[in-house]
T-cell receptor
Framework: KNEVEQSPQNLTAQEGEFITINCSYS?????LHWLQQHPGGGIVSLFM???GKKKHGRLIATINIQEKHSSLHITASHPRDSAVYIC?????????????FGKGTKLSVKP | DTEVTQTPKHLVMGMTNKKSLKCEQH?????MYWYKQKAKKPPELMFV???????INESVPSRFSPECPNSSLLNLHLHALQPEDSALYLC??????????????FGEGSRLTVL
């Protein structure tokens, strides 16, 4: 069983739709990261969470430590949101920088 | 300045060439990282520098040689690479965590092609 599972793997939405990407994990963590990667590009750190909820613009991330689950929400989606969204874990006892990466969710937002 | 800057953005090299990838940050981060990412795969950690000293080498072949000349710069020296080393090489930095992870800031990556 993978330590971190993301769903869905692929997601197509119409511009303006509300989007949710889910991440479930099975290990103890010190933090959970949501990352964004555009095709052929570098990675942008969207959020780092250890509890509760964070909001930045149209993006909201939540985490439930007891249920080992996190969600990334995008409100009023736009074609420029098209990217791969990656959930990554900082693991207790794991070496520094050695994140456990999910396989990513590829989001396409159509105009 | 919240940027990690990587140069060059693209590099094509032969198997006998020697080249270097460079990474720079001015956020005062004392931890810097090299990752390798193949197409449609998650990044794989290669090296970690803490306070300019190599703290983690994830069993990377010696044809990759990292260097951290000061707290803002991180280099990756490349020599005698193989075509399978073609990938996106990502640099990242963070404040040094204690037992709690620090947020990672990534660069745009250097796309390496080995012919």
């Amino acid at each position: 069983k993978n330590e971190v599972e993301q769903s869905p793997q692929n997601l197509t939405a119409q511009e303006g739709e509300f989007i949710t990407i889910n991440c479930s994990y099975s290990v103890g963590i010190s933090a959970l990261h949501w990352l964004q990667q555009h095709p052929g590009g570098g990675i942008v750190s969207l959020f780092m969470l250890s509890s509760g909820k964070k909001k930045h613009g149209r993006l909201i991330a939540t985490i439930n430590i007891q249920e080992k689950h996190s969600s990334l929400h995008i409100t009023a989606s736009h074609p420029r949101d098209s990217a791969v969204y990656i959930c990554a874990l900082s693991n207790y006892g794991g070496s520094q920088g050695n994140l456990i990466f999910g396989k990513g969710t590829k989001l396409s937002v159509k105009p | 300045d919240t940027e990690v800057t990587q140069t060059p953005k693209h590099l094509v090299m032969g198997m006998t060439n020697k080249k270097s990838l460079k990474c720079e940050q001015h956020m005062g981060h004392r931890a810097m990282y090299w990752y390798k990412q193949k197409a449609k795969k998650p990044p794989e950690l290669m090296f970690v520098y803490s306070y300019e000293k190599l703290s983690i080498n994830e069993s990377v072949p010696s044809r990759f040689s990292p260097e951290c000349p000061n707290s803002s710069l991180l280099n990756l020296h490349l020599h005698a690479l193989q075509p399978e080393d073609s990938a996106l090489y990502l640099c990242a930095s963070s404040h040094l965590p204690g037992r709690v992870a620090g947020e990672l800031f990534f660069g745009e990556g250097s796309r390496l092609t080995v012919l």
